[in-house]
């Protein structure tokens, strides 16, 4: 006798039994008691309706569309963990696990209904949770509560949000309504799904301009929107520089097993970690854990690396809090305890790169490029001090010679928010050339990598890598370092180091 041939898809059941009596079916769904009250309303949910009339004003009589993204597959069925995208975190205040697969929509006004603080009314599409008499409670382990836990109903996340929200399955209809009367943008390069479905229905209603180009513009202006942080964002940003502070001081705690591990670079990196996880929702980018010469390699996350006595360790890591706003902050550690005098030579030139930078963005007036300019100078005239620079300092700094980025390849400064790299796509005039104003947060974070096989540079050089990075926001009253407890002069450092590894 032939089995019946199984799909593939069909296929992955094989490992389970599941009944399929009405018998079980009815019996499952009978006797489960109340459930607990649902949430309340989210902090955020008072600043939605003024982001999505700064967004709206630019978009007037268009339909926008901000999916949080999907599951990814990280091996055969199992997903990796869930992180919306950042414009829909932005604009409905959802932050944590959620919401996969949800869609927030800003459906256009008529014009004679739009005003000074609303050109557009949200709806939040997405999947509410089913009742426990139904299929889904029990069998469908994407969506089902005996899998995944209670999901909100749909008057919960309109309480939590402030949002009107419907139901997932209702969203191809609402983004097709009156198309081609009305035209619509989806946020590029967040849901590929979505984005064909609105794609496939920009075709079927005769809509024939450049999408490509309009979803870019969506993109650009949503990134733009975020330049200027409000107050709930800042004191986000906070928490998530207080949470890194901890984790920093759960990897100085941890130095002493570090130094005895074969990979002491991973203990560092499970230090910082099991802080993030504990506190917020985990990590804002991977962790870089750099012990000696691999502080060189800019991007150093692999961390497989010991901790060898007498050298430095550059430790480069965020939290990202619930609400899904991150920290980015650079540490440079003595592994023994006390900066060697090159060692510290060294350093003390990255610190005045810092405070010079800092002190430059507090001035009235001065771009954002300014302050990347300021640190540079700094830099420079120490390597010309140093005798490294084949130029003088002057020399290096013009854009023609720039000897001195040999040691410092990378940027100064970048926006920080939801993306650790916020603001990413925002105009080259309103990022670099940007006159800083209150409101915005970015990183200060000099730094200079004399790698191991560097024959430009005297041998008691050679295998240094130093950076410090801090969160700045521009106030009232200038430039202030959000996150300043955080150790950084060689003496803080080197007490904080003698304080924790007791
Ligand atoms: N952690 C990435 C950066 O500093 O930009
Ligand atoms: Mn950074
Ligand atoms: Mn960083």
């Given at each position: 006798m032939s089995?019946?041939?199984?799909?593939?898809?069909?296929?992955?059941?094989?490992?389970?039994?599941?009944?399929?009596?009405?018998?079980?079916?009815?019996?499952?769904?009978?006797?489960?008691?109340?459930?607990?009250?649902?949430?309340?309303?989210?902090?955020?949910?008072?600043?939605?309706?003024?982001r999505h009339y700064k967004l709206g004003s630019h978009f007037i009589g268009e339909r926008l569309v901000f999916p949080a993204g999907d599951l990814q597959v990280r091996s055969n069925d199992t997903d990796y963990r869930f992180r919306a995208h950042s414009a829909f975190a932005h604009l409905t205040g959802l932050g944590g696990e959620d919401e996969p697969g949800a869609v927030l929509v800003l459906e256009p006004r008529a014009a004679e209904n739009c005003t000074d603080e609303a050109t557009h009314d949200a709806t939040l599409y997405f999947h509410p949770r089913a009742s426990r008499s139904s299929e889904e409670f029990y069998a469908d382990s994407r969506h089902g509560e005996f899998w995944v836990g209670a999901r909100l109903s749909a008057e919960e996340m309109s309480t939590l949000t402030g949002l009107r929200v419907a139901h997932i399955d209702s969203l191809r209809d609402a983004l097709a309504k009156d198309l081609g009367e009305i035209s619509i943008r989806v946020m590029p390069r967040s849901d590929v799904s979505i984005?064909?479905?609105?794609?496939?229905?920009?075709?079927?209603?005769?809509?024939?301009?450049?999408?490509?180009?309009?979803?870019?513009?969506?993109?650009?202006?949503?990134?733009?929107?975020?330049l200027i942080k409000d107050e709930f964002e800042i004191s986000e940003i906070q928490k998530a520089i207080d949470v890194t502070h901890s984790g920093f001081d759960n990897i100085v705690a941890s130095f002493p097993r570090a130094r005895t591990h074969w990979r002491g670079e991973r203990v560092v990196?499970?230090?910082?970690?099991?802080?993030?996880?504990?506190?917020?929702?985990?990590?804002?980018?991977?962790?870089?854990?750099?012990?000696?010469?691999?502080?060189?390699?800019?991007?150093?996350?692999?961390?497989?690396?010991?901790?060898?006595?007498?050298?430095?360790?550059?430790?480069?890591?965020?939290?990202?809090?619930?609400?899904l706003y991150t920290a980015d902050i650079t540490r440079t550690l003595p592994v023994s305890g006390k900066f060697s005098p090159t060692q510290r030579k060294v350093y003390e030139a990255v610190l005045e790169a810092c405070n010079y930078a800092l002190e430059v963005a507090s001035q009235p007036g001065v771009r954002f490029r300014d302050v990347h300019t300021a640190a540079m100078s700094v830099i420079a005239r120490h390597l010309e001090e140093w005798g490294i620079l084949p130029v003088s300092a002057e020399e290096s700094l013009k854009p023609e010679n720039q000897h001195h980025r040999r040691w410092m390849p990378h940027g100064t400064s970048h926006h920080l928010g939801l993306d650790v790299h916020d603001c990413a796509q925002a105009k080259r005039e309103l990022y670099q050339d940007a006159v800083l104003e209150e409101g915005m947060v970015f990183t200060i974070e000099p730094g200079l990598y004399f790698r191991e096989d560097?024959?430009?540079?005297?041998?008691?050089?050679?295998?240094?890598?130093?950076?410090?990075?801090?969160?700045?926001?521009?106030?009232?009253?200038?430039?202030?370092?959000?996150?300043?407890?955080?150790?950084?002069?060689?003496?803080?450092?080197?007490?904080?180091?003698?304080?924790?590894?007791?």
């Amino acid at each position: 006798m032939s089995e019946e041939k199984q799909s593939l898809e069909e296929r992955a059941h094989n490992r389970t039994q599941r009944p399929k009596s009405d018998a079980f079916r009815s019996f499952i769904g009978e006797d489960w008691g109340a459930r607990p009250a649902g949430p309340q309303r989210a902090a955020a949910a008072d600043y939605l309706p003024a982001r999505h009339y700064k967004l709206g004003s630019h978009f007037i009589g268009e339909r926008l569309v901000f999916p949080a993204g999907d599951l990814q597959v990280r091996s055969n069925d199992t997903d990796y963990r869930f992180r919306a995208h950042s414009a829909f975190a932005h604009l409905t205040g959802l932050g944590g696990e959620d919401e996969p697969g949800a869609v927030l929509v800003l459906e256009p006004r008529a014009a004679e209904n739009c005003t000074d603080e609303a050109t557009h009314d949200a709806t939040l599409y997405f999947h509410p949770r089913a009742s426990r008499s139904s299929e889904e409670f029990y069998a469908d382990s994407r969506h089902g509560e005996f899998w995944v836990g209670a999901r909100l109903s749909a008057e919960e996340m309109s309480t939590l949000t402030g949002l009107r929200v419907a139901h997932i399955d209702s969203l191809r209809d609402a983004l097709a309504k009156d198309l081609g009367e009305i035209s619509i943008r989806v946020m590029p390069r967040s849901d590929v799904s979505i984005e064909s479905l609105v794609e496939q229905l920009r075709q079927e209603n005769g809509l024939l301009s450049d999408a490509t180009e309009m979803n870019e513009q969506l993109a650009e202006t949503a990134s733009e929107l975020r330049l200027i942080k409000d107050e709930f964002e800042i004191s986000e940003i906070q928490k998530a520089i207080d949470v890194t502070h901890s984790g920093f001081d759960n990897i100085v705690a941890s130095f002493p097993r570090a130094r005895t591990h074969w990979r002491g670079e991973r203990v560092v990196e499970g230090a910082f970690f099991a802080k993030a996880r504990e506190e917020g929702n985990g990590l804002g980018y991977d962790t870089i854990a750099a012990a000696a010469n691999h502080a060189n390699t800019l991007h150093w996350i692999k961390n497989d690396g010991p901790l060898v006595d007498g050298t430095l360790m550059l430790i480069d890591a965020g939290a990202e809090v619930d609400s899904l706003y991150t920290a980015d902050i650079t540490r440079t550690l003595p592994v023994s305890g006390k900066f060697s005098p090159t060692q510290r030579k060294v350093y003390e030139a990255v610190l005045e790169a810092c405070n010079y930078a800092l002190e430059v963005a507090s001035q009235p007036g001065v771009r954002f490029r300014d302050v990347h300019t300021a640190a540079m100078s700094v830099i420079a005239r120490h390597l010309e001090e140093w005798g490294i620079l084949p130029v003088s300092a002057e020399e290096s700094l013009k854009p023609e010679n720039q000897h001195h980025r040999r040691w410092m390849p990378h940027g100064t400064s970048h926006h920080l928010g939801l993306d650790v790299h916020d603001c990413a796509q925002a105009k080259r005039e309103l990022y670099q050339d940007a006159v800083l104003e209150e409101g915005m947060v970015f990183t200060i974070e000099p730094g200079l990598y004399f790698r191991e096989d560097d024959l430009k540079v005297p041998e008691e050089f050679r295998g240094i890598g130093v950076r410090i990075e801090d969160d700045v926001v521009i106030t009232a009253n200038g430039a202030i370092r959000l996150s300043e407890r955080i150790p950084r002069t060689i003496e803080d450092v080197e007490a904080w180091m003698a304080r924790l590894t007791k």
